[in-house]
Nanobody, 127 residues
């Protein structure tokens, strides 16, 4: 079993920054990729960013490219999402997800391809 625990959410003014963390633990953790998604109430979960665990290759949705940066620490099995220049459209519950089965080789943008999810962390942006 794998556990993902997010932290770092909170309230920030528009234009500000937050860094989200997602710590993975479990008997054996061999991620193929890890991703960040976000979800507003009443809306579908939306892809934000992903990273290939071994190569470090990154992927972003267009609305956050250039503002958000995903990174990982292989030693601590932690993935980060640095969010800069936050906008009023960014607030949501942010979830991290891990693919251990390899399905994200097709695409990292589909939530169904991830095997494990964290509990989510709320990000709120004030204007």
């Amino acid at each position: 079993q794998v556990q993902l625990v997010e932290s770092g959410g909170g309230l920030v003014q528009a234009g500000g920054s937050l860094r989200l963390s997602c710590a993975a633990s479990g008997r054996t953790f061999r991620a193929i990729a890890m991703g960040w998604f976000r979800q507003d109430p009443g809306k579908e979960r939306e892809f934000v960013a992903a990273i290939r665990w071994n190569s470090g290759r990154t992927y972003y949705t267009d609305s956050v490219r250039g503002r958000f940066t995903i990174s990982r620490d292989n030693d601590t099995n932690t993935v980060y999402l640095q969010m800069n220049s936050l906008k009023p459209e960014d607030p949501a519950v942010y979830y991290c997800a891990a693919d251990l089965s390899g399905r994200t080789v097709v695409t990292t943008m589909t939530s169904d391809f991830y095997d494990y999810w964290g509990q989510g962390t709320q990000v709120t942006v004030s204007s």
